[in-house]
């Protein structure tokens, strides 16, 4: 079976355009979202790659936000249930917490490319 | 007719009568071929009125149209495996495309470079095995006379 040259051409375009694919649909995941809190009718920003202590304050009282090791959760909340505590830290874009009875909402923003949870072929 | 767990491969050997016929038939003949395959597969498959329909003609088109513009350009410096990959090339990257626009959105690209790979691969095979039968067959060289 002998390949001939532009044989060999096709199948070199077709690696860089695969390549040219894996770098711009794999690459530039990990850059640092940011954290969006929103609560009585105020926005606020956050980079996840900073380690803060917030107090935001909602109807209820104040609701601690942490953000530790680039991650973000509710450390307390004056809600009765306590549901936000006991929600996982968020760290990918799309992912949220929030505390209804006190209205507050915590998200992260991350890149404009879409974050998928599972790939299966 | 061969096993639904691997729906991409099915695709692949219809390719093959293209591949064949690519040096055989005049371009509006194999055009034609080309629009037989796909409504063929869409009737058998029972997928003429939806989205499958759509991916299928814009691929089949899009590798048809390339692996004639290839095969007519580069003539005898350029073997069907390198006409059968750069045609992969074509229908899987258009496809792509059309998913990225009509489907998933962003989330198309994720799937383009093993999509990809996996059709240069079995591409590369088709063609292959294309020249070997087309250098062999005593079929062809009779269909080559009929023409």
């Not at chain 2, 329909?53 to 149209?65: E, K, P, Q, Y």
Request: proline share 5%.
């Amino acid at each position: 079976m002998k390949l001939r040259l532009f044989d060999y051409l096709a199948i070199a375009v077709s690696l860089l355009v695969i390549s040219g694919f894996s770098v711009y649909a794999y690459a530039g995941r990990n850059k640092s979202g940011d954290v969006v809190i929103e609560a009585s009718g105020a926005q606020w920003i956050y980079p996840l790659n900073v380690d803060r202590t917030e107090a935001v304050k909602g109807p209820m009282g104040d609701t601690i936000v942490v953000i530790r090791e680039g991650k973000a959760f509710v450390e307390d909340s004056p809600c009765p249930d306590k549901l936000c505590v006991h929600m996982p830290a968020i760290s990918q874009a799309g992912q949220w917490i929030a505390c209804l009875p006190n209205r507050v909402f915590v998200r992260v923003k991350g890149n404009n490319r879409q974050q998928v949870d599972e790939i299966s072929y | 007719m061969i096993p639904k767990p691997i729906p991409f491969l099915r695709v692949g050997i219809a390719n093959l009568p293209i591949l064949l016929s690519l040096d055989l038939l005049p371009a509006p003949l194999l055009l034609l071929v080309v629009l037989l395959k796909v409504l063929g597969q869409g009737l058998i498959g029972g997928t003429l009125f939806s989205y499958v329909f759509l991916f299928s003609a814009v691929g089949s088109f899009a590798s048809g149209l390339s692996m004639l513009l290839f095969r007519r350009l580069f003539g005898s410096r350029i073997s069907l495996v390198g006409v059968g990959v750069l045609g992969a090339l074509f229908s899987n990257t258009a496809q792509i495309v059309l998913a990225r626009l009509l489907i998933f959105g962003e989330g198309a690209w994720l799937i383009a470079p093993p999509f990809l790979a996996l059709g240069t691969v079995t591409a590369a095979l088709l063609g292959a095995f294309a020249d070997r039968f087309a250098a062999r067959s005593q079929w062809l060289v009779s269909a080559r006379e009929i023409g």
